[in-house]
C-alpha cells in the first residue's frame, strides 16, 4: 500500500491542480453530478492501458537490449540524437504522440547504462518531436481527430492542409537538433553487463499492445484494460506496484479543473464574442488558450464556436509548444524522465520553439490565403 500511495503524496504538480479546482470550484456554478462527465474517461483508460503495457516491456528487459545496440549502431550524439527525434516524428503520425512516446522514453532513459549521453535533453526532443510530428495526420493526436471529425475534409485532405506546416516544422526542429546537440563521439561505459532479458514477459506485452490497440478502435477500451491489467495481475504482479498511477489522478484533475474553468461566467461571455474575432486575433486566442488549458480542451472549447478550418488546426497544434500545459504529451515525456531539473530545462527549448512556430505559421497561412 505504501508503494501505490507514496506517488501520489510526492506529486507537486497533483497537489496544484487539486488546489486549483477547489479554488475554481468556489467561483463556478456546478453540482457534483456534474463532474464525473467532465472527465475524457476513453483517454484515462487509454493511458491505463499504455502505463502498463511500457512498463510491462520495461520491467522484461528488453529496452536495454536496444538501448545497448543504439549506442554501439551510432557514433556521435548527433546522430543518435537525429534518429531519436525523426523516430518519435513519425511514430506519432500514425500511432498518435502519447504511444510515441511510451515505446520512445522508456527506450531513451536506458541510454544511460551504456553511456554519458545528456538523456534529460533527448527526452525533451522527443516531446517537441511528436508535437511536430503528430500534426500531419488526423490520428496524430486528439485534437486532430477532434478536427477532423467536425471539418468537411477526407483524411488525404487533411493531411493536404497540415503538410506545409508539418513539413516546416519538423525541418526546423531536426536543424535545432543538430545545433543541440555535439559532433563528439559518444563515450560507452566501460562498465555496462550483459543483460537479462524476459522473453515470456515481452512477448505476453507485445500481444497485449496488438489487442490493446485492436480493442481502442473498436471502442472497448474498458475491456482492453481489464485483459491487460488480468495478464499482468496474473504474470508481473510486482509490474503493477511500479507504475505511476498518480498520472491518471493528474489527467483526471486536469479535466475537472477546465470544466470548472469553462463554467466560469466571464469566460463563458467571452466565448461568445470568438467570432467576431479578425483571423490573426482567433489565430492568438487559439495558441494562447492552449498554452492555458492545453490544446485538446482548447479545441473543444473553440469547435463550440468557430469552423474546423486550417487555421484553427494550425493555431491549436502550434499551441503543443511552449509552456508545460500546452499538450498533454509534454506532462507524459517529463514525469516518464524522472528528472527534476527537465522541467525547467524543457522550457528553454519549447519557448523559442512556440515563438517560431508562431510566425512560420502566420507567414504560411498568409502565403496560402495570397494563392
Same mark, same amino acid.
Given at each position: 500500500m505504501a508503494? *501505490?500511495?507514496?506517488?501520489?503524496?510526492? #506529486?507537486?504538480?497533483?497537489?496544484?491542480?487539486?488546489? *486549483?479546482? *477547489?479554488?475554481?470550484?468556489?467561483?463556478?456554478?456546478?453540482?457534483?453530478? $456534474?463532474?464525473?462527465? /467532465?472527465? #475524457?474517461?476513453?483517454?484515462?483508460?487509454?493511458?491505463?492501458?499504455?502505463?502498463?503495457?511500457?512498463?510491462?516491456?520495461? /520491467?522484461?528487459?528488453?529496452?536495454? =537490449?536496444?538501448?545497448?545496440?543504439? =549506442? $554501439?549502431?551510432? $557514433?556521435?550524439?548527433?546522430? @543518435?540524437?537525429?534518429?531519436?527525434? /525523426?523516430?518519435?516524428?513519425?511514430?506519432?503520425?500514425? *500511432?498518435?504522440? #502519447? =504511444? /510515441? @512516446?511510451?515505446?520512445? =522514453?522508456p527506450l531513451t532513459l536506458t541510454l544511460r547504462r551504456y553511456s554519458s549521453l545528456p538523456i534529460a535533453r533527448l527526452v525533451i526532443f522527443e516531446a517537441l518531436a511528436v508535437n511536430a510530428g503528430s500534426l500531419l495526420t488526423p490520428i496524430g493526436n486528439p485534437q486532430n481527430i477532434l478536427l477532423w471529425q467536425h471539418g468537411h475534409v477526407g483524411f488525404a485532405g487533411f493531411i493536404g492542409q497540415m503538410l506545409p506546416l508539418g513539413g516546416a516544422l519538423l525541418a526546423s526542429l531536426l536543424l535545432l537538433t543538430a545545433v543541440s546537440f555535439s559532433a563528439k563521439r559518444i563515450e560507452r561505459s566501460s562498465h555496462s553487463p550483459e543483460t537479462q532479458w524476459q522473453r515470456s514477459l515481452l512477448i505476453a506485452s507485445v500481444v497485449l499492445y496488438l489487442l490493446f490497440i485492436i480493442a481502442l478502435e473498436m471502442g472497448y477500451a474498458g475491456w482492453g484494460v481489464l485483459l491487460v491489467f488480468g495478464v499482468f495481475l496474473l504474470m508481473a504482479r510486482r509490474t503493477l506496484l511500479a507504475i505511476d498511477w498518480s498520472l491518471l489522478a493528474v489527467f483526471i484533475a486536469m479535466f475537472v479543473d477546465v470544466f470548472l474553468l469553462t463554467r466560469l461566467p466571464a469566460l463563458q461571455h467571452l466565448l461568445q464574442q470568438i467570432p467576431q474575432l479578425p483571423e490573426g486575433g482567433k489565430y492568438l486566442l487559439a495558441i494562447g488558450l492552449s498554452q492555458i488549458i492545453s490544446n485538446v480542451p482548447a479545441t473543444i472549447l473553440l469547435l463550440a464556436n468557430l469552423p474546423a478550418s486550417t487555421l484553427l488546426a494550425w493555431a491549436v497544434n502550434i499551441g503543443g509548444f511552449g509552456l508545460l500545459p500546452g499538450s498533454l504529451a509534454n506532462l507524459i515525456a517529463l514525469r516518464m524522465a524522472k528528472d527534476r531539473s527537465v522541467w525547467l530545462r524543457f522550457h528553454f527549448y519549447s519557448l523559442p520553439m512556440l515563438l517560431w512556430a508562431m510566425a512560420l505559421g502566420w507567414v504560411l497561412l498568409l502565403g496560402i490565403d495570397a494563392l
Amino acid at each position: 500500500m505504501a508503494t *501505490l500511495l507514496r506517488p501520489f503524496l510526492h #506529486d507537486r504538480f497533483l497537489h496544484l491542480l487539486i488546489l *486549483l479546482g *477547489l479554488l475554481l470550484a468556489c467561483f463556478a456554478p456546478f453540482s457534483l453530478r $456534474q463532474l464525473p462527465a /467532465a472527465v #475524457d474517461w476513453s483517454t484515462i483508460l487509454t493511458l491505463g492501458g499504455l502505463l502498463m503495457l511500457t512498463k510491462g516491456i520495461e /520491467a522484461s528487459g528488453y529496452f536495454d =537490449v536496444l538501448g545497448r545496440r543504439l =549506442v $554501439q549502431r551510432f $557514433q556521435s550524439e548527433r546522430s @543518435l540524437a537525429l534518429f531519436l527525434t /525523426a523516430a518519435a516524428a513519425l511514430l506519432s503520425t500514425f *500511432l498518435t504522440n #502519447d =504511444v /510515441a @512516446l511510451f515505446i520512445l =522514453v522508456p527506450l531513451t532513459l536506458t541510454l544511460r547504462r551504456y553511456s554519458s549521453l545528456p538523456i534529460a535533453r533527448l527526452v525533451i526532443f522527443e516531446a517537441l518531436a511528436v508535437n511536430a510530428g503528430s500534426l500531419l495526420t488526423p490520428i496524430g493526436n486528439p485534437q486532430n481527430i477532434l478536427l477532423w471529425q467536425h471539418g468537411h475534409v477526407g483524411f488525404a485532405g487533411f493531411i493536404g492542409q497540415m503538410l506545409p506546416l508539418g513539413g516546416a516544422l519538423l525541418a526546423s526542429l531536426l536543424l535545432l537538433t543538430a545545433v543541440s546537440f555535439s559532433a563528439k563521439r559518444i563515450e560507452r561505459s566501460s562498465h555496462s553487463p550483459e543483460t537479462q532479458w524476459q522473453r515470456s514477459l515481452l512477448i505476453a506485452s507485445v500481444v497485449l499492445y496488438l489487442l490493446f490497440i485492436i480493442a481502442l478502435e473498436m471502442g472497448y477500451a474498458g475491456w482492453g484494460v481489464l485483459l491487460v491489467f488480468g495478464v499482468f495481475l496474473l504474470m508481473a504482479r510486482r509490474t503493477l506496484l511500479a507504475i505511476d498511477w498518480s498520472l491518471l489522478a493528474v489527467f483526471i484533475a486536469m479535466f475537472v479543473d477546465v470544466f470548472l474553468l469553462t463554467r466560469l461566467p466571464a469566460l463563458q461571455h467571452l466565448l461568445q464574442q470568438i467570432p467576431q474575432l479578425p483571423e490573426g486575433g482567433k489565430y492568438l486566442l487559439a495558441i494562447g488558450l492552449s498554452q492555458i488549458i492545453s490544446n485538446v480542451p482548447a479545441t473543444i472549447l473553440l469547435l463550440a464556436n468557430l469552423p474546423a478550418s486550417t487555421l484553427l488546426a494550425w493555431a491549436v497544434n502550434i499551441g503543443g509548444f511552449g509552456l508545460l500545459p500546452g499538450s498533454l504529451a509534454n506532462l507524459i515525456a517529463l514525469r516518464m524522465a524522472k528528472d527534476r531539473s527537465v522541467w525547467l530545462r524543457f522550457h528553454f527549448y519549447s519557448l523559442p520553439m512556440l515563438l517560431w512556430a508562431m510566425a512560420l505559421g502566420w507567414v504560411l497561412l498568409l502565403g496560402i490565403d495570397a494563392l
